[in-house]
C-alpha cells in the first residue's frame, strides 16, 4: 500500500519491481509460484525462473517446439530463493546473476553451476538522483546506499567502492529489496542505489535517476545456469538438461537479431514501457554470448568470494570450483569472449 503515495509516473516501475524483485523470497509454499507446463514426455525437468526470463525468451524465440520432455515452471522473484529450491532438490536448474551463486555456495548449499553468458554490464549501476550533488563514486564516503543483499549489485558495490578507496565501513549499506530501495531513492532516504537492469533502465527513464557509475570493466558480466547435483547425477535428466541449455544458447542469439521483437515480448510478461525494455535489451539483455565455463570464469568468481569473505559478508571462504560442472561447454568460446554491441548509444 505504501506506493499509493509515490507520483503516478513511478506506479507501472512499482508494479514491475514487486513482481519481479520486491520480495527476499518467492512467493507459495515450495518456494516459487507454479507456471506453465511445455513439451510432452514421460520426463519432467523442473526449471527456476523470475517474470520474464527463460519461459519468456524461449517462447519467444520458438524454442519450446518440438519438447521430447516436459517442462514445469516455477517463478522466484530473485536469485537467492531460487537457488534455496535447486539446493533442496525443488527445482532441477535455474538463471541467476554472479553473485547468488556465492552466497548459496557459502551456505554449503548443494548446487553446480552447468553454463554460463557473458554480458555488457552497463546496466549494472549506480544511481543517484539528477539533483545530486555526487558526481564521483568517492563521494559516497559517509553516505547511504541501497543494495539487494547477495545480488550482482552487491558485489557490484564493493567493487566500485574497492576502485574508489573506500569500503564498506565507509558507508551505510541498507540491504533493500528493488521495491522498497526504489521508495528509499525516490523519497530522499538513501543517497545511491546499486541496481541492475531492466530496473536501471526504468529508473532512468521514471525516477529521476542519472548514472553514478557503471559495472563496465568493475564486474565480470557474467550469468549462470545452476543445477541440483541430483538432476545431474541423473543421466536421462542430464540428457535433457543439455539440450535445454542448448535452447537456451539459441534463444539468446534470437534475442541479438529481433531486439525489437524480444523488447515487445519482455515489456508485455513484465509491464514495463517498451522503450524501456528495448533500452535495457541493447544496454545489457541482448549483449549475453554463451561461454565456457573455464578457468578464467571460475577464477573472476573466487574473487568474488574472496571481496565477500574478506569484508566478512559470507560466513566463509572456499572453492569456487567445486561448485562447478563444465560438462556442457562444449565446444563454446572462452569466458572473456567480448560480449555483442547494438554500437556506440548503448
Partial sequence: MRWLAAPALLLPLAALLAACGGASRADGAAGGTGGDIDGKGALTL????QKGGSEAVLRAAGELDGLTYRIKWSTFTSGPPLLEAVSAGAVDVGGVGNTPPVFAAAAASKIKVVAGAHSRAEGDALLVRKDS????????KGKAIAVAQGSSAHYQLLAQLRKAGLSPKDVTLNYLQPADALAAFTRGKVDAWAIWDPYTSQALDQAGARVLATGQGVVNGLSFQVAAPAALGDAKKAAVL???????????????????????????????PRRVALDAVKRTRGTAVQVALDKAAIASEQRIVDAFARDGLIPRSFDFGEFVDPRFNRDLPPSGTAPRSYGKAH
Fill in 46 to 49: 523442473n526449471v527456476g525462473d
Fill in 133 to 140: 550533488p555526487l558526481t564521483r563514486t568517492a563521494q559516497l
Fill in 242 to 272: 543439455k539440450d535445454y541449455i542448448e535452447r537456451l544458447r539459441r534463444a539468446q542469439d534470437w534475442v541479438y537479431a529481433h531486439p525489437d521483437a524480444w523488447a515487445k515480448v519482455w515489456a508485455r510478461e513484465t509491464g514495463m
